[in-house]
């Protein structure tokens, strides 16, 4: 390939790359109107859609978010501990893997987590919808897509994944904990004691303001490939692809950028 040709590709990736940001940020822009203002104008909001849509994303993501946080706590504080022990300070295993719950695991692994289940479904769903014209049909019955499909997603996704989080804290906890007072052989008073003088309210706010950003990119990612599906059933399963690995992808990149805010002004 010569260099001018590898120089035309990369400008046109650069540039379809750009064109979907700015498509992805005019969605977020439609989105937010149909969710703040036009419900203000007198456009009622789809709350029995966004209900099922919270059952879908959020209940049924218990099991494997709860299984998930308890594996990394156990984690977390056998770590900890291993590094801990050879300075004589065994006993902080217990408030570092609580403040690294709930400043970064939590949030992110539960991110993570419903990422690669939910957003593949919404694009799964939404794509199938496109090939098969109902969104086309809806156009047609004069509703809009964006506030019939994609706002009980997003607004799903807000309330969900927080709350998630919280589980996902409390649950890490509790894993932490188990293993903390057997296996490491921490007293259980001194455990609990040590995590409640080491988390701050500010280190809880910082996780949860971080899960709702990954919520809006989950819902925002999820949404947009199903609307740029193009070849059928085959366009559906490479849309839901490209949905899940640019999901992580942005979740990783956003989570690097608030933790450096928060550590540096926070």
């Known amino acids: 390939m010569s260099e001018s040709a590898a120089h035309e590709r990369s400008e046109s990736t650069t540039i379809l790359f750009l064109r979907h940001l700015t498509s992805i ?24 859609a966004a209900l099922i849509q919270m059952d879908e994303v959020g209940v049924k993501s ?4 709860a299984l998930v946080s308890f594996v990394i706590g156990i984690i977390l504080v056998l770590q900890t501990a291993y590094q801990l022990e050879k300075f004589g300070a065994i006993n902080y ?5 609580g403040v690294a719950l709930t400043r970064e695991m939590a ?11 939910v957003s593949a479904a919404f694009t799964a769903e939404l794509g199938t919808m496109l090939v098969t014209e109902e969104i086309l049909a809806l156009e047609v019955m004069a509703i809009n897509p964006v506030a019939y499909l994609v706002v009980p997603r997003f607004i799903a996704m807000l309330v969900m994944l927080p709350c998630l989080t919280v589980l996902a804290d409390l649950i890490g906890m509790i894993g932490g904990y188990a293993v903390g007072t057997t296996a490491v052989g921490i007293r259980s008073s001194l455990y609990i004691q040590n995590t409640i003088d080491a988390l701050l309210l500010k280190d809880i706010l910082t996780g949860l303001t971080k899960s709702v950003v990954f919520a809006g990119i989950i819902a925002m990612v999820g949404c947009y490939m199903a609307f740029v599906v193009r070849g059928g059933a085959e366009g559906v399963g490479k849309a839901t692809m490209i ?13 690097c950028f608030f933790t450096t805010v928060f550590y540096l002004f926070f």
């Not at 295993?93 to 893997?97: E, Q």
């Not at 949905?243 to 989570?255: M, P």
């Open 25 to 48: 940020a005019y969605l977020f822009r439609d989105t937010m109107r149909w969710a703040i203002v036009k419900p203000l104008q007198g456009k009622p909001l789809r709350l029995r």
């Open 62 to 65: 218990i099991p494997i978010v």
């Open 93 to 97: 295993a217990a408030s570092l893997a």
């Open 107 to 117: 949030p992110l692994l539960t991110a993570i987590v419903v990422a690669g289940r």
């Open 243 to 255: 949905s899940v690995v640019t999901s992580l992808i942005s979740i990783i990149l956003a989570d």
